[in-house]
């Protein structure tokens, strides 16, 4: 059983770039979702998908961030015209809807620096 | 949304000490788990419980859903129980979570 896989694991861009990020979640796990973690704080839900559905988005995805599944299997995370605010951990998880217990997931995230 | 406070904030131990790590929700939750965040950065789910208690080795919880709070029990550390413990928690049976601002801890030899 291979956990989620995120790639890269390290991002530097600058200022104004257009940035993806992608994750493959558990094979069987049908609910992927977005995470962002800056140091020093817990994660906060950016998003998630239930198969290729995307059920539901934060408040703190700006019109910047867009989000894909779109067999339903692996996900991409691509921030446009990225800003120094944007630098922080990009965490994917999943889990599978329908368990008796629907434990969380996550991968090992992609940090993302933004000079 | 929720709001979730967990204490304390800090912790040093001894390796072989006991200690218990406190969360609680400022609403009800029907999704609440455990996650330790090793030195590497990598997040480990430890327990879903929503409600009830449950063991894992040397680890155990307890959440009392009618009062809004959930308990960590760690027995014996080891300084491969350092890191931070997150709890988390939601309204809705999905894993759209609240994160609280977590518990540091530090196992020294």
């Known amino acids: 059983d291979t956990g989620v896989s995120q790639n890269p694991r390290h991002k530097i861009t600058k200022r104004g770039q257009n940035v993806t990020f992608r994750c493959d979640p558990i094979s069987e796990h049908n609910r992927l979702y977005w995470y962002r973690q800056t140091l020093g704080q817990g994660p906060e839900f950016l998003t998630y998908?239930?198969?290729?559905?995307?059920?539901?988005k934060s408040r703190l995805l700006s019109d910047r961030f867009s989000a894909e599944r779109p067999k339903g299997s692996f996900s991409t995370l691509e921030i446009q015209r990225t800003e120094q605010g944007d630098s922080a951990m990009y965490l994917c998880?999943?889990?599978?809807?329908?368990?008796?217990?629907?434990?969380?997931?996550f991968g090992s995230g992609t940090q993302l620096s933004v000079l | 949304g929720i709001q979730v406070e967990q204490s304390p904030p800090d912790l040093i131990l001894q390796e072989g000490a006991n200690s218990t790590l406190r969360c609680n929700f400022s609403?009800?939750?029907?999704?609440l788990q455990w996650f330790h965040q090793n030195p590497w950065g990598q997040l480990i789910n430890l327990f879903y419980?929503?409600?009830g208690t449950k063991q894992n080795g040397r680890l155990s919880a307890t959440t009392v859903a009618t009062e809004r709070y959930s308990l960590l029990y760690i027995s014996s550390s080891q300084t491969t129980d350092s890191g931070v413990y997150f709890c988390a928690g939601s309204t809705g049976t999905a894993s759209k979570l609240t994160f609280g601002t977590g518990t540091r801890l530090q196992v020294t030899l």
């Open positions: 998880a999943s889990s599978r809807r329908g368990a008796i217990n629907e434990k969380l997931f």
């Open positions: 998908f239930q198969n290729e559905a995307q059920l539901e």
């Open positions: 609403d009800s939750v029907n999704n």
């Open positions: 419980i929503p409600s």
